[in-house]
């Protein structure tokens, strides 16, 4: 069984940073693209931030690009989000998600794309 978890939410103050961490267990890691969403709130869920196998390839939605990103570390089971120069809209329930893929380059910005999930952590960023 296949297990996604988030850490690292907070209560922080506009400007400030935060990193968010996923682990991912019961998969091998190296397999896995990885993703982070958000959803704010009375909003969808959207796409922040991809990173294909071995982190070759990123992608970053325009809102965070420049302020957000999204690294690996493999021997570790773990992708993270660092969050720098925060807004008040950032706000939001942040979701980590995971596809295997055979293409190592390949970057998912489609929810659809992903296979597993994790429960999401919240990032609430005062202004």
């Known amino acids: 069984q296949v297990q996604v978890k988030e850490s690292g939410g907070g209560l922080v103050q506009a400007g400030d940073s935060l990193k968010l961490s996923c682990t991912v267990s019961?998969?091998?890691?190296?397999?896995?693209?990885m993703g982070w969403f958000r959803q704010p709130p009375g909003k969808e869920r959207e796409f922040v931030s991809g990173?294909?196998?071995?982190?070759?390839?990123?992608e970053a939605a325009l809102a965070v690009k420049g302020r957000f990103t999204v690294s690996r570390d493999d021997a570790k089971n773990t992708v993270y989000l660092q969050m720098n120069r925060l807004k008040p809209e950032d706000t939001g329930v942040y979701y980590c998600?995971?596809?295997?893929?055979?293409?190592?380059?390949?970057?998912?910005?489609?929810?659809?794309?992903?296979?597993?999930w994790g429960q999401g952590t919240q990032v609430t960023v005062s202004p």
């Open positions: 998600a995971a596809f295997p893929t055979a293409y190592v380059h390949q970057v998912g910005t489609a929810p659809e794309t992903y296979e597993y």
């Open positions: 019961g998969r091998t890691f190296e397999g896995l693209a």
């Open positions: 990173i294909s196998r071995r982190g070759s390839s990123t």
